[in-house]
């Protein structure tokens, strides 16, 4: 029996959910799209996802959960390298009950429209298999100083601080 496996696919520009650091699976490969050495072909993410495949299938092993982290600019135009990452990904896995797909995301509401399009586009690969798929989307920060937290405050005006009677 293939050991199974959890794959995730980082974009560049994505980010690293919470949730994800509670994952279940025991095995994990991440791919980044920022490790990339160069900017040769072997450097783009889908071939090296490709590449880490087929040596997961030499060495026996199902992906049973992937993952694909959508980067910054989820309705950027990579609509196609998108879907070919995603069918890749999804060939690869373990076709029985248990198995799952998740794509994720902060994006705008029109940028969930094109990745919710992402994974109708991949319903010809899924039909007979057991693979569950799950889109999650959380909402993108207005601005840096919202991400990290940190309230913007503006200075009490000069005559309250200083107002002597």
């Known amino acids: 029996m293939p050991q199974s496996i959890e794959l995730v696919v980082r974009e560049s ?9 509670h994952s279940p ?10 490790d ?4 040769g072909p072997e450097s783009d ?5 490709r590449r880490v495949l087929a040596r997961l299938t030499r060495e026996g092993k199902r992906v049973r959960r992937a993952v694909v982290l959508i980067g910054t600019g989820a309705d950027n135009p990579y609509f ?7 069918r890749d990904v999804v060939s690869h896995m373990a076709p029985d009950s248990g ?3 998740l794509i994720a995301a902060c994006a705008t509401p029109e940028a969930q429209d094109k990745l919710l399009s992402l ?15 799950a889109v999650r989307f959380s909402a993108p920060a207005a601005d840096p100083l919202e991400k990290s937290g940190v309230k913007s405050t503006r200075p009490a005006p000069f005559e309250r601080l200083h107002r002597v009677k």
């Open 80 to 86: 196609d390298s998108r879907r070919m990452l995603s």
């Open 99 to 101: 198995s799952e797909l």
């Open 119 to 133: 994974v109708g586009s991949l319903s010809d690969l899924l039909a007979g298999t057991h693979i569950d798929v």
């Open 25 to 34: 699976e025991g095995d994990r490969v991440v791919i980044s799209g920022e």
């Open 45 to 49: 993410l889908s071939f090296r996802v």
């Open 36 to 39: 990339a050495a160069d900017d």
């Open 13 to 21: 520009g994505s980010v690293w959910p919470e949730w994800l650091n």
